[in-house]
């Protein structure tokens, strides 16, 4: 921007920047859609990325390369190895460090004119609005339902807008909630599914691209609403399928009946999301466990007892259970009449959490015979002595 | 001339992993009696006991949600896509 140019009004406030960063930010100088005015704006701008995981290694490392000038990242995990075919922060010799402290290393080699600030804490109901209130920008990409809607009601409450994604296997979902007049998480989805229909991640993997595809364009939003300008995408949900190579472009409205943001809003502070999640205690419906070390004794017994696996094809071929009948979860229900009630039956999967919502599903259609949950499932049973070599 | 439904991967172990489904209906709450008779076990996913659509799951005629149109009774035409989404909450771990 010339000097003869009438400043905006913002750009008293805005910081400058020094000879160093204006060569490093040449290219976005160079658009017209940027310029210094832009470029100063994301020095001046902070952001809250929430999970240093798969959507956050993009979207973090897009951000400071943008030099957006303070960066916040909640996570609380330590970096595995199983994390890296995705999870670009972070590198070999980072396992078993913290995800933030590795992130931050990271962001800070990549820029050091940048501030970032490391939360190494489980977001919760009590933390939630303390953090958000040190940023302008929310961008959230956890990965699990009680976060996802902590977040938004946080961001709904504090005014915070909250760029969103989402991945899982081949697929994602990219919008922008709580943006001032634009819908929410709880217009689109008022409530989440009931656990165990949807996988996590680790049981039922993701392609390690998908979310560098995804936590880019979430990197891109936020980006778009530092600087200003184009069309984020507020009120419009964005779906990417991977092994289509297609993008949709859908709808969201707000809806007026949403009980945080709607004419009536019956929510004004954060509420227990583990139990509206069906998570919490009171919705805990505890199978009978039964341990590998036990179940082993028994099948060596000779005793009377079925085992059922519920898990995918492609997850039995990794690591095979010889003997098990095998009904994925989704036919559970329907082919109920093919268990013997007078036998035990034994639910088998890879950590013994799927197999214990396939008991409740069980349960709930009625099934009348002993169910047990093998518990921390193939992980359990790979660690006893013959067990098989290999865990997925 | 049938309706394309597109079938989101976290419901595709309930279609024999089919992506897209062509079905027959005038009404979205047609098209998706007419996926329940062929793939049963999907139903209970997509409706709750009452036989209204679970809150996780939103339904799409071309971009358009049905809550913002005339919900099941929406009506569809031949050669229109409908989408089924349901949130999905991946992206840390
Ligand atoms: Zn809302």
Request: aromatic share 6%; charged share 20%.
């Amino acid at each position: 921007m010339k000097s003869s140019d009438k400043p905006a009004p913002k750009e008293k406030s805005l910081p400058s920047l020094t000879p160093s960063e204006i060569t490093r930010y040449s290219r976005h100088i160079l658009l017209r859609e940027v310029g210094v005015i832009g470029q100063k704006k994301l020095k001046a701008a902070s952001v809250l990325v929430i999970g240093a995981g798969g959507l956050g290694s993009p979207l973090a490392l897009y951000l400071a390369a943008a030099g957006v000038g303070k960066i916040g990242l909640v996570d609380f995990d330590l970096v595995e190895a199983s994390n890296l075919q995705r999870q670009i922060l972070h590198g070999t010799k980072d396992i078993d460090r913290p995800k933030v402290a590795s992130a931050r290393d990271r962001l800070l080699d990549l820029n050091p004119d940048i501030e970032v600030v490391t939360h190494n804490v489980k977001l919760s109901s009590q933390n939630a609005a303390k953090i958000f209130k040190k940023y302008d920008i929310v961008a959230d990409g956890t990965d699990n339902f009680p976060t996802r809607y902590l977040i938004n009601d946080v961001c709904v409450l504090e005014k915070k807008t909250n760029v969103y994604a989402s991945i899982f296997q081949f697929e994602g979902q990219v919008t922008i909630f709580g943006a001032p007049d634009g819908p929410c998480y709880r217009c689109l989805y008022p409530a989440p599914p009931p656990p165990g229909l949807i996988p996590s991640c680790g049981e039922g993997g993701v392609m390690g691209v998908l979310p560098g595809v995804i936590g880019s364009l979430q990197a891109l939003e936020v980006i778009k609403l530092i600087v200003g300008g184009g069309s984020p995408l507020i009120g419009r949900l964005l779906l990417f399928d991977a092994l289509r190579v297609s993008f949709n472009e859908l709808t969201v409205e707000k809806d007026p009946n949403c009980p945080i943001c709607g004419q009536s809003p019956t929510i004004d502070a954060p509420i227990d999301y583990e139990e509206f999640c069906g998570l919490g205690p009171k919705n805990e419906d505890p199978a009978e466990p039964i341990s590998a070390g036990e179940l082993k004794d028994r099948i060596d017994k000779g005793d009377k007892l079925q085992v059922i696996d519920i898990r995918e094809p492609h997850e039995r071929v990794l690591c095979p259970f010889p003997g098990a009948k095998v009904v994925p979860f989704g036919q559970l229900a329907r082919r109920m009449d093919e268990f013997s009630p007078n036998e035990d039956l034994i639910f088998i999967c890879k950590i013994g959490q799927r197999s214990l919502h396939a008991i409740r599903a069980l349960k709930r259609a009625g099934y009348p015979g002993r169910m047990l949950n093998l518990t921390d499932g193939l992980v359990a049973w790979a660690e006893l002595d013959g067990g098989p070599a290999a865990i997925y | 001339m049938s309706v394309n439904l597109l079938i989101p991967t976290a419901l595709r172990g309930f279609t024999n992993g089919q992506s897209q489904l062509e079905l027959t209906g005038a009404t979205v709450k047609e098209l998706l009696s007419d996926l329940a008779q062929k793939h049963p076990d999907i139903a209970p996913h997509l409706f709750d006991e009452t036989g209204a659509v679970r809150s996780f799951v939103n339904i799409f005629v071309e971009s358009k949600n049905i809550k913002n149109l005339n919900g099941l009774d929406t009506s569809v035409n031949p050669g229109q896509t409908v989408t089924l989404v349901p949130s999905i909450a991946g992206g840390r771990s």
